[in-house]
């Protein structure tokens, strides 16, 4: 993650917090960076319960809707190896064929006036596949830091959970919830974050179904869009 500077007002501690999360969001879930998970996943759940594929799928589901991660149910009602678990799903994804340096994305990024407010990464992966995605797309250099889900930690804590909104700001250490400010493809996670009283925008990707109550304060197509809604946070010569 890139280094932290002083601006010349003071500490940048008193700066609000851009949070972004990675997958589906950072890089287009039309990737399919998902389905490949998801089956791993599935075979994980056959294999380590010794389930059916039907029951593994559905099992699978039901944690995923409960918990907000697959993950957490299998730590809580089986007593996976977490870490075990992250070797063969997260950290087995083919993801160097499939995320490519994103000159645009990383042009947008760049374009965020840093002496306004601070970029930080909030995502439910494990830390290994958060660094691995980002550096694949180029851009793990404008990012001063990253909260992750840290599947070694008993309970498991994720997105839409307050306490994973509550982490993320005691990492990036920022005080106030309206300094808050937040990108995500998952409705659940923008509903919680415009409950906690974050600024929050809902990432629907072109081919994706609209929602139809809006998730949060903003909803977008492209991250493209956010120079519109947050114009503040963008230098003026863009």
């Not at 501690?13 to 999360?21: I, K, N, Y």
């Not at 149910?73 to 993801?95: M, S």
């Not at 990253?146 to 070694?152: E, G, H, K, V």
């Not at 990492?171 to 415009?194: H, I, L, P, S, T």
């Amino acid at each position: 993650m890139g280094s932290q500077t002083e601006t010349p007002n003071g500490s940048r501690q008193d700066l609000p917090v851009l949070f972004f999360d990675i997958d589906n969001c950072l890089y287009p879930k039309s990737a399919k960076v998902h389905d490949l998970m998801a089956d791993l996943i599935d075979q994980y759940f056959a294999k380590h319960l010794g389930l059916g594929e039907e029951e593994a799928i559905r099992l699978h589901k039901e944690y995923y809707q409960n918990y907000g991660l697959a993950i957490e149910g299998l730590v809580r009602h089986h007593q996976i190896d977490p870490l075990e678990y992250n070797a063969k799903v997260d950290d087995a994804l083919p993801l160097e064929g499939i995320i490519k340096p994103n000159p645009q994305l990383r042009k947008m990024l760049e374009d965020i006036d840093t002496s306004k407010v601070r970029l930080w990464l909030l995502t439910n992966a494990y830390v290994n596949h958060a660094k691995r995605v980002v550096k694949l797309l180029g851009i793990e250099d404008l990012f001063e830091g990253l909260t992750y889900c840290d599947y070694s930690s008993i309970p498991i804590i994720c997105k839409p959970h307050k306490d994973m909104f509550a982490k993320a700001m005691r990492e990036a250490g920022v005080q106030r919830n309206q300094d808050c400010y937040f990108v995500d493809d998952n409705y659940g996670n923008c509903k919680g974050a415009k409950e906690l009283g974050w600024t929050a925008v809902h990432l629907v990707e072109e081919g994706v179904k609209v929602p139809r109550t809006q998730a949060s304060q903003y909803q977008i197509r492209h991250l493209e869009e956010l120079r519109n809604v947050f114009p503040q946070f963008f230098k003026s010569e863009s």
